[in-house]
């Protein structure tokens, strides 16, 4: 801990936000509501964090707009469905309460400042088998932007992959993409009008090939951003934060280094910790995750290797939960980590470890990989990688970690894509395929037999795939008795290794319901407050729903700001 009595502060402020993704812009935009003179500290060239690059779905239960798609909910319920989903010993009742009251009001603030959200009617909670289940209408959607009102801002902003856009460079809104990776009626023509608008837009093409029509994530990060802007507030990027000052007891500044000098800045009332986890930190990760573990397969911002995590233990703060991640399937093209949300739903497609046998039901939350692979108490090495399969007919139909199906884009235009450095390899049957990706090829076989007695059953008698609403969702409607469920049995085959990867780590800082990071004992640290990923997740282990991750960091940066103002220095 670094003392403020020994050092003059070269600037000041009543608060100092790390990071720069939603949940700091809306801290900072809260906090300047009400009368806050605020800093953002972004370590990277880039604002947004993970947050810019995610779907931007916010989980908002019985939000005030549910009802306009037609689904009720209630108080009661959701606390049903989130404390049968969260294991007891990680997340208090009275955490969760804190969650159903605060994120609606956190959602009408958004929407207050200029971030437009909407409840999705067709995308159910991840457990459908919970009390308290809804079949959609809590994962809420951000309005596009039109990137031209960022100016130059724009090209500061993070940008989504390659793999969450139509044809690599097209952005759709998560109603939009929901349909399109669905397969379902209509989607040719929500494809069609995104390239055609993202063609017409002529100047923009000049300067490049970003898509300057913003959705999910980057629609959510740019609205924060403008509003940001509106209220004068300064986000500085190239600015690592490196220790937290303290005096007697209380953090009042921090220390950020860069092009070889030290600054000191103030915070007034205090810090507030939005600066994502330790996904990017090789050391941390094979501290803390199962193992085997690589930085290389996670999704998150290069910048999140869990600086604020250890500032925090080094004044006596308390880290829980530092084993789990927002878990999810990856691919590798080169060394490049392509998430499969989508994919991994579709019928024609198999998982299976080194001896081909199936060990999951592949349709499950993206979530749920991490204990499927790595076992339920993480101890499991035999399934890095697993490997994904699927022949012609899946190829042709689908895409597939942001290639386009081949029926719109035949192998042969992306040549790169296949081969030991590329996202898939290929082969003329299952055998050779197996011998390619170093799996049992008599495993592989008898399993494909298996999964083409499920797909003219429809019912898969081991992991139940298809079997509920979520599972489905993702599937494919033209597609019976089971839109999940498909033979393999057209050649080429096409496979991939697929490892436990992650859109982010969860554990970090333990807080309380105001946000407040608490010490070894228990007890609020004086002036010092953290939300997301730099924090232990108040979802637990668990991935209720879609939008949980920024729901939550949300949720609690709202509250940590406005805890944050009733937080005066002695």
């Not at 080169?334 to 999951?360: A, N, T, Y």
């Not at 719109?408 to 081969?419: H, R």
């Not at 079997?467 to 057209?490: A, I, Q, T, W």
């Amino acid at each position: 801990m670094t003392s403020a009595a020994a050092h003059e502060f070269d600037e000041c402020f009543d608060a100092v936000i790390v990071g720069s993704g939603a949940a700091a812009l809306a801290a900072a935009c809260r906090l300047s509501d009400l009368g806050a003179n605020v800093i953002l500290l972004e370590k990277t060239s880039h604002i947004g964090g993970n947050s810019a690059t995610s779907g931007g779905a916010i989980w908002v239960p019985n939000n005030a707009l549910i009802g306009s798609v037609g689904i009720a909910d209630n108080d009661k319920d959701a606390f049903a469905y989130l404390r049968h989903v969260i294991p007891e010993e990680q997340v208090s009742d009275d955490m969760i309460h804190t969650y159903i009251h605060s994120a609606p009001e956190m959602i009408e603030y958004l929407r207050g400042i200029g971030v437009p959200y909407s409840p999705v009617a067709h995308y159910p909670d991840y457990y459908p088998t919970a009390p308290g289940w809804r079949p959609g209408g809590r994962t809420m959607d951000c309005a596009p932007l039109d990137g031209r009102t960022l100016g130059e801002d724009l090209y500061r902003l993070r940008e989504m992959p390659p793999a969450s856009k139509a044809f690599g460079r097209i952005n759709l809104s998560i109603t939009e993409a929901s349909k399109v990776q669905a397969v379902a009626q209509g989607w040719q023509m929500i494809a069609g009008k995104a390239l055609v608008q993202y063609a017409l837009d002529i100047a923009g093409r000049v300067k490049g090939k970003r898509d300057r029509r913003l959705c999910m994530g980057e629609a959510l990060v740019g609205r924060l951003l403008l509003a940001a802007q509106g209220r004068g507030i300064e986000i500085r990027t190239n600015a690592p934060v490196k220790t937290l000052i303290s005096e007697a007891g209380r953090i009042c500044g921090v220390t950020v280094e860069g092009e070889g000098s030290v600054q000191k800045i103030a915070a007034e009332h205090g810090v507030l910790l939005a600066s994502g986890g330790f996904e990017a930190d090789q050391e941390l990760r094979s501290q803390s995750l199962a193992k085997p573990t690589r930085a290389q397969w996670s999704a998150g911002s290069p910048g999140n290797t869990g600086d604020m995590v250890r500032a925090g233990r080094s004044i006596g703060a308390e880290t829980d939960l530092m084993q789990e991640a927002w878990w999810a399937p990856v691919v590798m093209w080169g060394d490049r980590p392509v998430v499969l949300f989508f994919e991994k739903s579709k019928p024609g497609m198999m998982i299976v470890d080194r001896h081909g046998r199936r060990f999951m039901n592949e349709a499950i939350t993206y979530n749920s990989y991490g204990k499927s692979i790595y076992g339920e108490d993480y101890s499991r090495e035999d399934r890095v990688p697993a490997y994904i399969v699927f022949d012609r007919t899946y190829r042709q139909k689908y895409m597939f970690g942001g290639l386009l199906q081949s029926s719109m884009s035949p192998d042969w235009l992306t040549p790169s894509a296949f081969g030991e450095n590329g996202l898939l390899q290929k082969a003329s049957s299952l055998r050779e395929l197996a011998e390619k990706l170093g799996i049992n090829g008599s495993g592989l076989q008898e399993t494909a037999g298996k999964m083409a007695k499920y797909a003219r059953t429809g019912v898969d008698t081991e992991f139940g795939r298809g079997s509920d609403e979520h599972d489905r969702m993702y599937g494919d409607e033209r597609v019976s008795p089971n839109p999940c469920l498909g033979p393999l049995e057209k050649a080429p085959f096409y496979g991939a290794r697929l490892y436990p990867g992650d859109i982010g780590t969860k554990g970090g800082l333990k807080i309380d319901n105001d946000s407040r990071v608490l010490d070894t004992g228990g007890i609020p640290i004086s002036g010092l407050f953290a939300a997301g990923n730099c924090t232990a997740s108040i979802m637990g282990e668990k991935y209720p729903g879609a939008g949980c991750t920024l729901g939550s960091a949300l949720t609690m940066a709202f509250r940590g700001a406005n805890a944050l103002m009733q937080s005066k220095s002695h």
